[in-house]
């Protein structure tokens, strides 16, 4: 299979505890999107990168969440000092720069904050 | 900043009865993308607008573009049971068109 994977794809963890997630995107497609969704809502942006660039971060987004792509390849997304309301369904997703506009979505790594 | 929104939240119906989700946006769109997720899974791109007024089809879904690129509408003929799962439109707020704001979708069960 050649699609978005992302690992894990569930952690539990306690509150005050970092957690850093994986996304492995598609291998021709060179941006990159991390989503945030909850319970019965839509995919809530959070940062975008093209290559290795973050070109843009969500301004809603706490300081304690920041994200890599070292090498314009595999992403990874960390959230220090996890709360409660961290809890959700973090989605990536990747595209190509040109032509198609079609975002292809990963399963997603379900975190649950206890 | 930019809201998109949908109605309705949820919709059942009777297996080969027509569905329709229509997406509001608080800022006129460059595009707007339509994605569907089903239960348990992660959302799946269904279809790009571009143009004012541009109505696209596939099979039995007919997505439709507002003339004032503020709003759009997918219908469904026909439901069956496959239609299950979660609508969502989805809304460029760059430029670039490349970060998207999602409404909540609508929640289609369809009763065998």
């Known amino acids: 299979d050649t699609g978005v994977s992302q690992d894990p794809r569930h952690k539990i963890t306690k509150r005050g505890q970092n957690v850093t997630f994986r996304c492995d995107p598609i291998s021709e497609h060179n941006r990159l999107y991390w989503y945030r969704q909850t319970l019965g809502q839509g995919p809530e942006f959070l940062t975008y990168?093209?290559?290795?660039?973050?070109?843009?971060k969500s301004r809603l987004l706490s300081d304690r969440f920041s994200a890599e792509r070292p090498k314009g390849s595999f992403s990874t997304l960390e959230i220090q000092r996890t709360e409660q309301g961290d809890s959700a369904m973090y989605l990536c997703?990747?595209?190509?720069?040109?032509?198609?506009?079609?975002?292809?979505f990963g399963p997603g790594t379900r975190l649950t904050v206890t | 900043g930019q809201q998109v929104m949908q109605i309705p939240q949820y919709q059942h119906v009777q297996e080969g009865e027509d569905f329709t989700t229509y997406c509001n946006s608080s800022?006129?769109?460059?595009?707007i993308q339509w994605y569907k997720q089903r239960p348990g899974g992660h959302p799946v791109f269904l279809i790009q607008?571009?143009?004012?007024?541009e109505v696209k089809k596939q099979k039995r879904l007919t997505f439709q573009f507002g003339e004032a690129k503020k709003n759009s509408s997918l219908h469904i003929t026909a439901t069956q049971t496959t239609d299950v799962g979660t609508y969502f439109c989805?809304?460029?707020?760059?430029?670039?068109?490349?970060?998207?704001?999602f409404g909540g979708g609508t929640r289609l069960m369809v009763k065998p």
């Open positions: 997703a990747s595209s190509l720069v040109t032509g198609n506009p079609e975002q292809y």
């Open positions: 607008l571009v143009k004012s007024g």
């Open positions: 989805a809304g460029p707020w760059d430029n670039a068109g490349n970060m998207l704001t």
């Open positions: 800022t006129t769109l460059s595009n």
């Open positions: 990168f093209q290559n290795e660039a973050q070109l843009e």
